[in-house]
């Protein structure tokens, strides 16, 4: 049996003003209302509201043989609350059906794991709060920040957050001659650890739209022919996983409506469904479902799912970023110190990695990709907002 696991990563970030250094001192706002007003409405009417009634439907349609699994930022369910409240409705009409997974992960949508452990498990706990309170749900899978992963995160968050289950990259350099189909253990194998495949994730999530990739277009036959083909190499009938994650936005937002998206996603259940062999899953259901001693892998070093690299380069790749990320887990440091909650709370805004994203000075397609989400000119412009904005939260600790 081969199983489809479909996660969407839910995030917004805040998105800071054109803070220059004339506003240091000012009290000016940090954060640009408008903008990210205008673009959660946007994405909800283009992706979040669509795309949530088709799932919706197709959950009904299938009477639970349909699932899927999301992770929602903090900062997402805040700005839903502000400027789209129908979506948080909409989301929890999807979570009440049963065949929703809600994954654990940080708050902020940030790199915290990285610099500074205690930052981390409180925004993990943050997050997980978030779920109980907003959807009932308590989460037992975890996806940490872009997929970022090492050995070190799966005893953090087994050993004190009693996690199950983590998923993250299927780094080539880590699988070497392994399928990502397979369910694995974490180094220490005490954690269930789901690889995406990212070559099947990705036809999706970049490639469905563009007419010079040699498979274009993309049909739901075409896509679940090549599914069926990857089931040719178990000869021992062990469950296999086929892990596509992809942003949320896939739907809708990077690929429009006109390009078909929503009708390939509207035909593709039915074409897995008919096949006895195929069907979907949650990411919590591979502890029922893997029917094999699953072999532990080891992640020395960081993985993500950014960038041909799948490395941490997306976000601390250059001395920019280095810099800022730095200086941000300082200043969260001191103002944890002095105990003010407002200069927190905005601190931790900051530290939402689109911020770093930003500041990538990478060149080609993954430069591209970058600066198509990237609502500045150019990384020196963002990096320079975003240091008057550390500059402003200083100043303010010492006031």
Not at 215 to 224: G, H, M, N, Q, R
Request: negative net charge; proline residues 3%; charged residues 25%.
């Amino acid at each position: 049996m081969l199983n489809i696991v479909f996660y969407f990563q839910v995030h917004q970030p805040y998105r800071l003003t054109h803070f220059n250094v004339l506003d240091i001192g000012n009290n000016a706002k940090i954060f640009d209302e408008r903008l990210n007003s205008n673009v959660m409405r946007k994405v909800s009417k283009n992706c979040y509201l669509p795309t949530n009634q088709l799932l919706l439907e197709l959950i009904q349609k299938y009477e639970g043989r349909f699932k899927v699994a999301f992770s929602i930022t903090g900062t997402a369910i805040e700005q839903f609350k502000l400027y789209s409240p129908e979506t948080l409705d909409s989301f929890k009409c999807l979570i009440d059906t049963g065949c929703v997974e809600l994954l654990g992960e940080t708050y902020f949508h940030s790199l915290s794991f990285l610099f500074d452990t205690n930052e981390f498990l409180d925004q993990v706990y943050m997050h997980r709060e978030l779920m109980q309170k907003e959807f009932g749900y308590y989460t037992t899978t975890f996806r940490n920040t872009e997929l970022i992963y090492q050995d070190r995160l799966s005893d953090i968050i087994y050993e004190i957050e009693g996690f199950k289950t983590i998923i993250t990259e299927g780094v080539d350099r880590i699988l070497q001659w392994r399928s990502p189909l397979y369910a694995y253990k974490n180094y220490a194998k005490n954690l269930n650890l789901l690889l995406k495949y990212y070559q099947l994730a990705d036809d999706i999530a970049f490639r469905f739209s563009n007419r010079d990739w040699p498979e274009y277009p993309l049909t739901v036959d075409k896509f679940v022919n090549w599914i069926d083909h990857l089931t040719l190499a178990e000869k021992e009938g062990k469950n296999l996983f086929l892990n596509l994650f992809m942003d949320y936005e896939t739907f809708g937002e990077h690929q429009w409506a006109s390009t078909g998206i929503f009708d390939f996603m509207r035909h593709f259940p039915d074409a897995v469904l008919s096949k006895s062999h195929l069907g979907f899953a949650n990411p919590k259901d591979v502890s029922r479902l893997a029917n094999y001693q699953q072999e532990s892998l080891s992640f020395p070093e960081p993985v993500s799912w950014a960038d041909e690299q799948r490395d941490l380069s997306a976000w601390l790749g250059n001395e920019m970023q280095q810099n800022a990320s730095e200086t941000l887990y300082e200043l969260i440091n001191r103002i944890k110190e002095k105990g003010d909650t407002d200069l927190l709370r905005m601190a931790r805004l900051l530290s939402t990695s689109d911020h770093f994203y930003y500041m990538c000075e990478k060149y080609f397609q993954d430069g591209d990709v970058h600066k198509y989400f990237s609502p500045y000119d150019s990384p020196d412009q963002a990096y320079i907002y975003y240091i008057n904005a550390l500059t402003e939260l200083e100043e303010r600790l010492l006031r």
